[in-house]
């Protein structure tokens, strides 16, 4: 992917589809986003109320494949080396919701698309469709696809 190439060997922080926050060095990637990190950890952030501190799970090698990422991020070293990641606290990201098929407004089953429904308070729905619910419509209520 060669959005990600001047990533290549730095360190950055992926997030996954299930919410899991990843910290290593990007030592390749390709066009549908699958990564290899090297020296890799999980940050696990406990919640507030959690007297456990926060855990860094070392990983070492590891593989995300592109369907799970989410986010891709630079990390700021000088800035991540002076945290004490065992004293941050803070409430879990959610992971995002697939569905292997979606109806559209012709009724008929559509294979092989993802599909990220959420209702909002007031009342409208964001429905994303495509590769990694990466096209999102804005729909009110009873607005059909």
Do not use: F
């Not at 697939?98 to 009724?107: D, F, K, L, V, Y």
């Amino acid at each position: 992917m060669s959005g990600l190439n001047p990533y290549l060997q730095k360190k950055v922080c992926v997030i996954t589809a299930d919410g899991r926050t990843l910290v290593g060095n990007l030592a390749a990637c390709d066009n549908q986003t699958n990564l290899i990190m090297q020296s890799t950890v999980e940050r696990v952030i406990r919640d507030p109320d959690d007297e456990e501190p926060s855990i860094e799970v070392p990983l070492g090698l590891y593989i995300v494949r592109g369907e799970n990422v989410c986010v891709v991020g630079l990390v700021d070293e000088p800035l991540d080396d002076s945290i004490d990641w065992t004293k941050v606290k803070g409430a879990m990201i959610g992971g995002t919701k697939h569905s292997p098929t979606w109806i559209g407004n012709t009724g008929r089953e559509h294979v092989g698309w993802q599909t990220l429904d959420e209702t909002h308070q007031d009342g409208h729905r964001t429905r994303g469709s495509g590769r990694g619910a990466n096209a999102a419509l804005l729909l009110r209520s009873g607005a059909m696809l």
